[in-house]
């Protein structure tokens, strides 16, 4: 084993009873409280853990968390290896974004519509360039390394509809080392012809990037039926059963986004009880899926997702810039898993703290409050928790994956200021989900390898 040791101030949440019993009760440094939280995936509890100088020890080599605890007591533990001082810094777990679309990055903050026009005005138009191997290749790159920029580690994508555009994606992951879900789109009506693959070709296409990447090193493969709207009947059923048929992959698409949208699925599908039942009688539903914004979900449909273990991914910026709607975040975590995305390129960053911003206000427009405890939470462990792998990212425990971000809460003269006025954690922390961007990013760590340091100028 290569060992390093990183110090400073270390957060985490822990969740569960277990990890309530096992982890916070022996430990001086899980914090309690000020505010109570908005219900977690049924009644969890999120347990802070914050060691104002800490120690991250990490093998280099497999990429896995070795130990963590207070200073002293690891420099004591584990002598002759090297230390990277942080000094006052914040080490966290790496950022999990779960809906985003890597080709949309070249037109994130386009103008100027809502939901389906800005799909066929720019989206459509930004994707056809993807049916190029050298051109996704090049974009997919750009995007990985956007993401770390952001403190991003891990995600879950949305390619085009190309199999070039995900193999390619799934190769420069791969390369890196990152723990990334992608699949390419299947759409097969109501899009430009360059972009519709027809419905076996397309589970063809996701059958082969199953075969070559799902699980192969931290690849892992989400079949992508982008909405009901351009998946003919036939495409849907056919991605029903590949789901079944691959046991462990994901299934990502939308739902209930935009009114217009919603509209059209039952215009489309006049026989189904609503938009989710017709994902629901294709197959789509489970605990490995994840719906993209899910605003305007009637009780029959709230229940149907606890039922089936349906995920919901909130996109607050997507929402607000495509003048979508409010997500109501406490009701829909009473019945099933939420995670938190960015939605680039709808979504205006990357950066999933601003992203965290955004959230927060549409919670308080609807008389509801997210704290920065809860907020963080859902970025690290809650979103790993959403995909299944909260035994591999998301937290500090020994054996998982070496993922983390170095985050300088004083980057910004107003950010320092700010900050020099608080005086407990939960307040800090609030103001950096409030005022924070990418410049916070001090480095951030893949698998145990530092993939991203920001350049300072003096």
Known sequence: MTL???QARLLHYLVSDEAINNGCNSSPYCLQLQQPLMPVNHGDTIAPEYIPKGALVIDDKSGVIIDYGASHEILDKYQNVEVHDYGDKLIMPGFIDTHVHYPQLDIIAAYGEQLLDWLNNYTFVAEVKYGNAEYSCAKAEFFLNQLFA????????????????????????????????????????NAPNTLCVNAIQGIKDTQKLIDNWHNNGRQMVAITPRFAITSSPEQLKLAGKLYLQNNGVYLQTHLAENQDEIAAVNEMYPQYQGYLDVYDQMGLLGRKTTLAHGI??????????????????????????????????????SFTGVSIATDVGAETSLNLLSTLNEAYKIQQLQGNRLSAHQGLYQITLGNAQSLCLEDKIGNFAKGSEADFVVIDPKATPLLENRISQTSTLEEALFILMMLADDRVIEQTFIAGISRYRIKRHN
Not at 154 to 164: D, E, I, L, Q
Not at 173 to 182: A, H, V, Y
Not at 302 to 325: A, D, E, V
């Open 296 to 333: 305007y979900l009637n009780e029959s449909e709230y229940q149907r997702l606890q039922q089936t273990g349906t995920q919901i991914s909130h996109c607050p910026t997507s929402n607000l810039f495509l003048g979508s709607g409010l997500f109501d975040l406490p009701k829909t975590l």
């Open 150 to 189: 952001n403190g991003t580690t891990s995600a879950m994508v949305f390619a085009t509809s190309h199999y070039c555009s995900a193999n390619e994606f799934f190769k420069a992951s791969s390369l890196l080392n990152s723990r990334m879900i992608c699949g390419n789109v299947l759409m097969d009506q």
């Open 4 to 6: 390093h040791i990183y």
